[in-house]
C-alpha cells in the first residue's frame, strides 16, 4: 500500500466522540523511514477509540519544532509524542511539556537528556547498540575480516547516527575484524543524494574501498547509485544499510545491497501510541522502551519483502 501523504499540518479525527483525548505528534521531517513510523502511529491510533491526533512536520528545523511543540501544549494536547529533529533538543522540549503537565513520548531518536526524563516522560526507539553492531559484523564476515570501509554518518547531532558509527568502530576493534581499516567516513545527513555525492567524490579522488558502511539505507542506494554510474560492478564492493525500507530490500533483491537491518518504524509508532494513552491515563510506562532490530541478507529477505512482491 503507497504510504499516506502527510502535510505539513495535519489533522486527523480516529473516532467522533463527544470527549476524544488528543494526541500531539511532531516528527522532524518526512522520509521514508519517518513516514512509515508516521502512518503505523495513525494506523494503531485509528484502533484506539476516542483518540485524535494532530500531526506536524518540523522539516529538520529545531526552531520550528520547539515552536510546534509550545503550540501543542498552548492547545491543551493530552499527549505528545515526538520524532526529534535533533536528540539536543529533548533538553529544550522536556520542561515545555513537564511545566505543562502533559505526558511526552519521544519516538526513534533518543533524547540526549534520558537520563534525566520525569515520569510522565518515556522513550520509544530501538537499542542503537543492536543496529551498527549487527550490520558491521555481518560487513565483517563478508569481508572475511579483511578490507578497507568508508563510512557514511547520518546528521553529527543524531543519536542514531552517532551510536551506529560508534557500533562501527567497536567492530572493527575486535580481534576478528581488526584487520578492517576505515579509510573515509563523512556526513550524508540520511539522503541518498548527499550520499551519492560524497561517494562520486570519494572515487574522484582515487579512494579505494571493498565497503562502504552507512547508517541508512538511503544512504545506502546513493552510494549504489554512484558505484554504477562509475561502472564498478556491485560485487567488488559490499554496500551496507541499515532500516529495511522497501527501496533497499529491493536493491537487495536484485543483487546490489548486501546488507541492510530492520528496524520496525511502524512498530515504534505504534509502541510511542501505546505508551501515550498509558501516561495520560496516569499509567506508570518505563522510561526506555525498545524494539529489536533484525539483520537481513539476501538469505532472509523473504520474510521483510512487501506482501505484493
Given at each position: 500500500?503507497?504510504?499516506?501523504?502527510?502535510?505539513?499540518?495535519?489533522?486527523?479525527?480516529?473516532?467522533?466522540?463527544?470527549?476524544?483525548?488528543?494526541?500531539?505528534?511532531?516528527?522532524?521531517?518526512?522520509?521514508?523511514?519517518?513516514t512509515t513510523l508516521l502512518n503505523g502511529l495513525l494506523s494503531h491510533a485509528k484502533d484506539k477509540a476516542g483518540l485524535k491526533v494532530v500531526t506536524q512536520n518540523a522539516k529538520g528545523d529545531n526552531d520550528l519544532q520547539k515552536k510546534q511543540i509550545q503550540e501543542l501544549v498552548a492547545d491543551k494536547v493530552d499527549a505528545l509524542i515526538v520524532l526529534l529533529s535533533d536528540g539536543d533538543l529533548g533538553a529544550q522540549l522536556t520542561p515545555i511539556a513537564a511545566s505543562a503537565g502533559i505526558p511526552l513520548v519521544y519516538v526513534n531518536n533518543v533524547p540526549a537528556n534520558v537520563a534525566d526524563l520525569p515520569e510522565n516522560q518515556a522513550v520509544v526507539a530501538s537499542d542503537e547498540?543492536?543496529?551498527?553492531?549487527?550490520?558491521?559484523?555481518?560487513?565483517?564476515?563478508?569481508?572475511?575480516?579483511?578490507?578497507?570501509?568508508?563510512?557514511?554518518?547520518?546528521?553529527?547531532?543524531?543519536?542514531?547516527?552517532?551510536?551506529?558509527?560508534?557500533?562501527?568502530?567497536?567492530?572493527?576493534?575486535?580481534?576478528?575484524?581488526k584487520d578492517l581499516k576505515v579509510?573515509?567516513?563523512?556526513?550524508?545527513?540520511?539522503?541518498?543524494?548527499?550520499?551519492?555525492?560524497?561517494?562520486?567524490?570519494?572515487?574522484?579522488?582515487?579512494?579505494?574501498?571493498?565497503?562502504?558502511?552507512?547508517?541508512?539505507?538511503d544512504m545506502a542506494l546513493g552510494a549504489i547509485r554512484a558505484l554504477k554510474r562509475n561502472g564498478i560492478p556491485m560485487k567488488e564492493v559490499v554496500v551496507a544499510g541499515i532500516d529495511a525500507i522497501d527501496d533497499a530490500l529491493a536493491e537487495m533483491a536484485a543483487g546490489d545491497l548486501a546488507v541492510t537491518v530492520f528496524q520496525n518504524a511502524a512498530g515504534q509508532g505504534a509502541g510511542a501510541v501505546d505508551a501515550a494513552v498509558k501516561l495520560m491515563r496516569g499509567e506508570k510506562v518505563p522510561r526506555e522502551n525498545y524494539i529489536p532490530f533484525e539483520?537481513?541478507?539476501?538469505?532472509?529477505?523473504?520474510r521483510y519483502l512487501p506482501k505484493s512482491q
Open positions: 500500500m503507497k504510504s499516506v501523504i502527510i502535510s505539513a499540518l495535519l489533522m486527523i479525527t480516529i473516532t467522533s466522540v463527544a470527549q476524544s483525548e488528543t494526541l500531539g505528534v511532531s516528527v522532524a521531517d518526512l522520509d521514508k523511514f519517518n547498540k543492536e543496529s551498527g553492531t549487527l550490520q558491521a559484523k555481518e560487513v565483517c564476515r563478508l569481508l572475511n575480516g579483511k578490507g578497507r570501509v568508508a563510512v557514511l554518518i547520518g546528521e553529527p547531532f543524531h543519536a542514531a547516527a552517532r551510536a551506529r558509527t560508534t557500533d562501527i568502530d567497536d567492530v572493527i576493534a575486535t580481534s576478528a575484524c579509510v573515509e567516513r563523512q556526513t550524508a545527513y540520511w539522503s541518498p543524494e548527499f550520499a551519492d555525492a560524497q561517494v562520486q567524490e570519494w572515487l574522484s579522488a582515487g579512494v579505494k574501498f571493498d565497503a562502504v558502511i552507512a547508517n541508512n539505507d539483520l537481513v541478507t539476501p538469505q532472509n529477505i523473504a
